[in-house]
C-alpha cells in the first residue's frame, strides 16, 4: 500500500455481509491488480440495520485506480472525495475519448462546478455526455454508436456516484421478493404468478407501462390466445421481440400451424413447412403487420391485438431470419434506438422464452425497473443476472403454462 503511486478511498453502505457484497468488492480490486486496506468496517447489530465499510484502494497508475473505481460502482461504491468531473471532446463519430466513464445501469449523478446533476435514464456499457438545454446543463447516457465528434463526454472516475436500489434486509422481503434466490423449478409457480400478477397491477394503477420481451415459444406452446387475453386487458404496454415471434403467431392466425405443426391437433400437415414463409410473403404483400390488420387479412393473434389496441412493439432481426417481416429493424443499431425510444415510464418488464432478447433488454433497462425472466431453461435467468441485470428474478417453467396462469389471474375468461 505504501509503495502504491495512487489511492483513493471508497466508503459502501448497506447489508454488506449477508449479500455478500463487500466480498465481491474485494474481489473485484484484486482481481483488476489494485490493492485494498479496510479502514473501517461498521457492521450493523441487528439483521435489520446496514453496515457501512470504508476502503482504502491502491493502484499502480491513475487509470488503473479509476478502472477499479468504476468497475466497484456496479456495487454502489463511490469515492468518499468524488471532486468533479473531466470532461473532454469526443475525437470522433462513434468513438469515446480513451478514459470515459463507463456507465452501470444503476441512478447516477454526475457533479459539474460543484452541483449534482441527474443522468437521464441510467443504461450500462456507454458513456455520458453533457449537453445544455434552456441554458442548463444535463446529463445523459449514450450508446458509444450515437455519440458525435466534439461532444462533451464525461471520463474517468471523478465527479461521479450511483444509488443503488434500496436493500431489503434478509427476512423482511416483500412476498415478491422470495423469487431473487437462484432461479429453480421447484418453487410453487401459483405463489409466484399470484406475485407477478399483483405487480402489474400496481404498475398499472401507478400509471406506469408494462414491458413484453417475447420469444416463439409463446406460439409454439399454444399460449398465444392466453397473451391474446393479456394485451385485451391492458396488460401488455410494449413488446420486444424478434422476426420468429411475429411470423409465427401470424402463420398461427392464417394457417392454423406453427412451424408447420397443426396446434389444434399437435401434428405435422401436408407442405406446413412452407407456411412460415408464406405468412411472411402475406405481410409483406400488406405493406405491414398494421396494414394486414386494416385490411382484414390478418384477423387474429398477438399481433394483431397489439395493432387492435394501439400499442407499441419492436421486432429486431438477426442474420438468421426469413424474410423478414416488413417490420423488423435489420440494422440492429437502429433496432436498439427504436428499443431505447420505448423505455420511458415502464414500471416493470417480463421476458418470456427469450435468451438473446432478454440479454438485449436487460442490458437497455435501468436497474431500478424490477425484471422477471421465464424460461424453462435456467441459463437464460442466470445469464441475463451475470451480464449486468442484477435485479432479474427467474421462474424457471413451461411457458405455456406459465402464460395461462397468469391470464387467468388478470384477465378471467
Known sequence: MEAAAHSTTVTLTGHLMDTG????????????????????????RQHEDESRALIRLS?????????????????????????TATLRP?????????????????????????????????????????????????????PVSDVAAGDAVVCGAHGVRVETPPAVP???????????????????????????????????????????????????????????????????????????????????????TSLGVDLAKGSGVPHGHEHHIRAINTVRAAGSIAAAVDSGVLTGGVMHAMVRAGKPFVLVGSVRDDGPLPDVYTDVIEGQRAMRAQLPDVGFAIMVATMLHAIATGNILPASVPLVCVDINPATVTKLADRGSAQALGIVTDIGLFLEQLARELAPE
Open 21 to 44: 457484497i463487500l466480498a465481491r468488492v474485494l474481489d473485484d480490486v484484486l482481481e483488476y491488480g489494485g490493492d485494498y486496506r479496510i479502514e473501517d468496517l461498521a457492521l450493523g
Open 59 to 83: 493502484a499502480g497508475d491513475g487509470e488503473l485506480l479509476a478502472r477499479i473505481v468504476m468497475r466497484l460502482q456496479t456495487h454502489g461504491a463511490n469515492a468518499v472525495d468524488p471532486g
Open 90 to 142: 469526443a475525437p470522433a463519430d462513434g468513438v469515446f475519448p480513451e478514459d470515459f466513464y463507463s456507465t452501470t445501469n444503476l441512478d447516477t449523478y454526475v457533479r459539474l462546478d460543484r452541483e449534482w446533476l441527474p443522468v437521464d435514464r441510467a443504461e450500462m456499457d456507454c458513456g455520458l455526455v453533457v449537453t445544455e438545454t434552456d441554458g442548463r446543463p444535463v446529463v445523459r447516457t449514450v
Open 170 to 256: 434478509r427476512g423482511e422481503e416483500e412476498a415478491f421478493g422470495f423469487m431473487s434466490s437462484v432461479a429453480s423449478s421447484e418453487k410453487p409457480q401459483v405463489v409466484q404468478v399470484r406475485q407477478i400478477a399483483e405487480r402489474m397491477r400496481e404498475v398499472k394503477a401507478a400509471g406506469q407501462k408494462v414491458l413484453w420481451v417475447g420469444g416463439p415459444a409463446v406460439v409454439h406452446t399454444g399460449a398465444a390466445p392466453a397473451m391474446v387475453r393479456l394485451v385485451d386487458a391492458g396488460y401488455v404496454d410494449v413488446l420486444f421481440a424478434g422476426n420468429a415471434l411475429a411470423t409465427h403467431d401470424i402463420e398461427s392466425a392464417l394457417y392454423g
